[in-house]
């Protein structure tokens, strides 16, 4: 791949957006390798996401303009289709998903860290949604994710005004769940993932299920959906280890996806 770059480390699985020449704009190529690295995750082996960009000045510093820029009425419907269903499929990806957002996560890119479940930045981060300025709506997820991340108040008066917000502001509002400095933020990332990593595989994989599906329904969907991932935790090898190990009051736990 061109544009995208993968490892595993350590149960954890790195994805980087690797154009840092372009800011790490996300054009259709980046998109569908994006897509490609997605199916090709081991989840056997994978308990946990990270989402980076390369370089020190851009997590992804938007969509690609020149590529946009001449778009007719259907391709720009298609474009935000493709980018749609590539951030579907992180947002509801089986394992938790980490964004490292090192530097601007602008337009597109404060789309992709918002269909992660979990957003940490470096203190030298910018987010916005600037399309307005642009002349065009948010295109990837936008109007919907940001709203319900941070309510419909905060998300209209940044979409309306195309207005940037620093790190701490994005911290105050609910944007990001933590700030630390550039040199600290894929040390950082890694000790959250390998927190997650720690716990039962399954149940990590169904409380994400959870809380996802259940908040786009009624409380009462949610409640049943919680019902049936709770009672798919029993009768599993992960159930039985780490009940054994509270009641034999035993630390080590050995959970292994079944």
Same mark, same amino acid.
């Given at each position: 791949?061109?544009?995208?770059?993968? #490892?595993? +480390?350590?149960?954890?699985?790195?994805?980087?957006? /690797? +154009?840092?020449?372009?800011? =790490?704009?996300?054009? @259709?190529?980046? *998109? +569908?390798?994006? @897509?490609?690295?997605?199916?090709?995750?081991?989840? /056997?082996?994978?308990?946990?996401?990270?989402?980076?960009?390369?370089?020190?000045?851009?997590?992804?510093?938007?969509?690609?303009?020149?590529?946009?820029?001449?778009?007719?009425?259907?391709?720009?419907?298609?474009?935000?289709? $493709?980018?749609? &269903?590539?951030? +579907?499929?992180?947002?509801?990806?089986?394992?938790?998903?980490?964004?490292?957002? =090192?530097?601007?996560?602008? !337009?597109?890119?404060?789309?992709?860290?918002?269909?992660?479940?979990?957003?940490?930045?470096?203190?030298?981060?910018?987010?916005?949604?600037?399309?307005?300025?642009?002349?065009?709506?948010?295109?990837?997820?936008?109007?919907? $994710?940001?709203?319900?991340?941070?309510?419909?108040?905060?998300?209209? &008066?940044?979409?309306?005004?195309?207005?940037?917000?620093?790190? &701490? #502001?994005?911290? $105050?509002?609910? *944007?990001?769940?933590?700030?630390?400095?550039?040199?600290?933020?894929?040390?950082?990332?890694?000790? *959250?993932?390998?927190?997650?990593?720690? /716990?039962?595989?399954?149940?990590? $994989?169904?409380?994400?299920?959870?809380?996802?599906? !259940?908040?786009?329904?009624?409380? #009462?969907? !949610?409640?049943?959906?919680? #019902?049936?991932?709770? !009672?798919?935790?029993?009768?599993?090898?992960? &159930?039985?280890?780490?009940?054994?190990?509270?009641?034999?009051?035993?630390?080590?736990?050995?959970?292994?996806?079944?």
């Amino acid at each position: 791949m061109e544009f995208v770059i993968y #490892e595993a +480390r350590e149960g954890t699985g790195i994805i980087t957006i /690797n +154009r840092p020449s372009a800011l =790490n704009a996300l054009n @259709s190529q980046v *998109l +569908r390798e994006l @897509s490609q690295v997605l199916d090709e995750v081991d989840l /056997n082996q994978v308990r946990a996401l990270i989402v980076t960009g390369a370089g020190e000045k851009a997590f992804v510093a938007g969509a690609d303009i020149g590529e946009m820029s001449a778009l007719t009425k259907e391709e720009g419907e298609a474009f935000g289709r $493709r980018g749609n &269903q590539v951030f +579907r499929k992180l947002e509801t990806f089986p394992v938790p998903v980490i964004a490292a957002v =090192n530097g601007f996560a602008l !337009g597109g890119g404060c789309e992709l860290a918002l269909s992660c479940d979990i957003r940490i930045c470096s203190d030298n981060a910018v987010f916005g949604q600037p399309e307005a300025g642009l002349g065009i709506t948010p295109g990837f997820g936008g109007t919907q $994710r940001l709203a319900r991340l941070v309510g419909a108040g905060m998300a209209k &008066q940044m979409i309306y005004t195309a207005r940037n917000i620093k790190a &701490q #502001e994005a911290l $105050r509002i609910g *944007l990001v769940n933590g700030i630390c400095s550039q040199e600290e933020l894929m040390t950082e990332a890694m000790k *959250l993932a390998a927190q997650i990593g720690a /716990n039962a595989p399954i149940a990590v $994989r169904n409380c994400k299920k959870a809380i996802s599906e !259940g908040l786009q329904g009624t409380i #009462e969907a !949610g409640l049943a959906l919680e #019902e049936k991932l709770f !009672g798919d935790c029993f009768e599993t090898y992960d &159930q039985r280890e780490g009940m054994s190990a509270f009641l034999d009051k035993r630390k080590e736990k050995h959970f292994i996806n079944q």
